[in-house]
């Protein structure tokens, strides 16, 4: 009867997390399409961009930061200095033999540029790549705090991390090849992880006398693939580590600064590695949430979370140790106490009653809602990282005329549209003459003021307005106008206004529920 109970409380949680904290399997895969629509959007020739953290994962939690990595494509790094190289390009090579597994340090080995000097130390002849000037060359007005590998802005909601890429399996990572030959990771994903290779971020070992000179080997995309092959109730309880650790053990200012996201993802990989893919099934979120909880306080016990690709790594090793460890393990304890039902303890989650009477299905308003927020953080990111409006059209229209989704289409042009509204050259320089070149400009503008009154019910056609006007074509330029009034109405004044219940009865309509992402902006906004 007791084991009853608690499948009938597993699936009371995983349906309000669903539906409230995660989002549908839908929704989640909304937010990872976007962020490779974007990811793909802002790369070009010198750097291609990849959305981590949280947001990469497709997790728009309460209080996650946004991270983006640009991996700088001029810069190759080998394991081994005989490898075959683009001789075009600048090449290290990585030396591990006196650094911490998960370390090394880069070497160079090739480079027809001699600027790259300026970063690296000379020792006994040989250059070594410096994590710090290389971080310092990206320091901007916004990105201005080092943060760990990251350059952040002040308020600390964006991280930046320019990382360097190598394009082959590293041999301190291959064990994990052979080890892991169970259910999960399924072999396709496997052979995908193995394919791309490796990144290095500018981070050493904190104390360390080579601190400057180590890099630490990321495995940033190989987790995100890992994080894709997730069930939905693993990647729930994924999130219920993350909002227990963010909630309620952080909330100790003793613990604060202890434990991070990482090591809860470390922990859930080796778990998904270790325990039958039928274990994650929804009536198990709550056994499954306590064998990884338990994990967890096995791990701060004997101060040991191995690193889940270089298990030689401990992550814990020089942090979780001495008075700490026993103050964190004394929490953890005192949590395991309350069992499942310390995830409560976040004000994130109601009590037992509310889990019970809440399950209930996403709104398609909720849905548009939660992703138009994610949709301006993400646009700040291409603001700041674009240098080329010319490569984004070009590259717009390839993606838009090139691909079969109709959903990826849309949304290429709804990040396009969105761009085009904040960029300076949307309006051409006052000019009456009417000769072949301006009109072949006047098609352009238009056809490109045209895209952006997708972006909303108003301030794109009013852009279109003022084009006319500076055009002195006031009568057009009225007409417009009076269109955009017509559209306007109290709640689409300010973004994110308040809905009424009408609206919400209304947009939880079949008609809109079956709508795709972008539509239904452009119904809301």
Request: some cysteine.
């Amino acid at each position: 009867m007791a084991e009853s109970a608690t499948q009938t409380e597993s699936i009371a949680l995983y349906h309000y997390l669903r539906q409230n904290v995660v989002g549908t399997e839908k929704h989640v895969r909304t937010i990872r399409l976007m962020n490779n629509v974007r990811d793909n959007l802002q790369s070009n020739t010198t750097w291609t961009f990849i959305t981590s953290g949280s947001f990469g994962d497709g997790l728009q939690t309460r209080g996650s930061d946004i991270d983006l990595m640009g991996v700088l494509k001029l810069i190759e790094v080998c394991e081994d200095a005989q490898t075959y190289f683009n001789a075009n390009r600048i090449h290290f090579s990585m030396e591990v033999e006196d650094t911490q597994p998960g370390f090394a340090k880069l070497r160079l080995v090739h480079s027809n540029d001699k600027s790259i000097l300026k970063d690296c130390y000379d020792i006994n002849g040989n250059f070594y790549f410096s994590n710090l000037l290389f971080k310092q060359n990206f320091a901007t007005d916004i990105f201005s705090t080092i943060h760990g590998p990251c350059m952040s802005d002040k308020a600390g909601v964006y991280d930046f991390a320019s990382c360097l890429h190598c394009k082959l399996w590293i041999t301190p990572a291959k064990q994990w090849i052979g080890r892991s030959n169970k259910s999960w990771p399924r072999y396709d994903i496997k052979q995908a992880i193995v394919k791309h290779g490796v990144l290095f971020v500018p981070v050493g070992v904190k104390g360390s006398t080579q601190e400057e000179l180590e890099w630490r080997i990321s495995f940033s995309v190989a987790e995100k693939l890992l994080i894709y092959s997730f069930t939905h109730t693993q990647l729930l309880c994924y999130a219920v580590m993350k909002i227990l650790l963010k909630d309620v053990i952080a909330l100790d200012i003793d613990c604060k600064e202890l434990l991070c996201s990482y090591f809860m993802k470390t922990l859930l990989f080796w778990m998904c590695e270790e325990l039958p893919s039928s274990i994650w099934k929804p009536e198990n979120l709550i056994s499954c949430f306590m064998r990884c909880f338990r994990r967890l306080i096995y791990c701060v016990e004997y101060s040991l979370c191995p690193h889940y690709f270089i298990p030689e790594n401990n992550l814990f090793e020089n942090k979780i140790q001495g008075q700490a460890q026993k103050t964190l393990l004394n929490k953890l304890s005192i949590l395991n106490s309350y069992g499942w039902q310390c995830i409560l303890l976040s004000d994130q989650v109601p009590n037992l009653n509310e889990l019970a009477s809440d399950i209930r299905e996403e709104t398609s308003y909720s849905y548009a809602k939660s992703l138009e927020r994610l949709l301006s953080l993400q646009m700040y990111f291409v603001h700041s990282t674009c240098t080329s409006f010319d490569f984004l059209l070009e590259k717009t229209l390839c993606k838009v005329l090139s691909s079969k989704s109709s959903k990826i289409k849309y949304l290429y042009a709804e990040y396009m549209s969105k761009f085009y509204c904040k960029s300076e050259r949307i309006l051409p320089e006052d000019n009456t003459s009417y000769n072949k070149s301006t009109y072949k400009e006047y098609n352009t503008y238009i056809s490109t003021l045209l895209l952006n009154t997708h972006h909303d019910a108003v301030s794109g056609w009013l852009m279109l307005s003022l084009y006319f006007y500076k055009r002195k074509q006031y009568n057009t330029a009225l007409y417009i106008i009076q269109y955009s009034l017509s559209k306007c109405s109290p709640e689409k004044l300010h973004q994110f206004m308040q809905y009424s219940d009408i609206h919400h009865e209304l947009f939880n309509l079949h008609v809109f529920r079956n709508m795709h992402i972008v539509q239904l902006w452009n119904f809301y906004y």
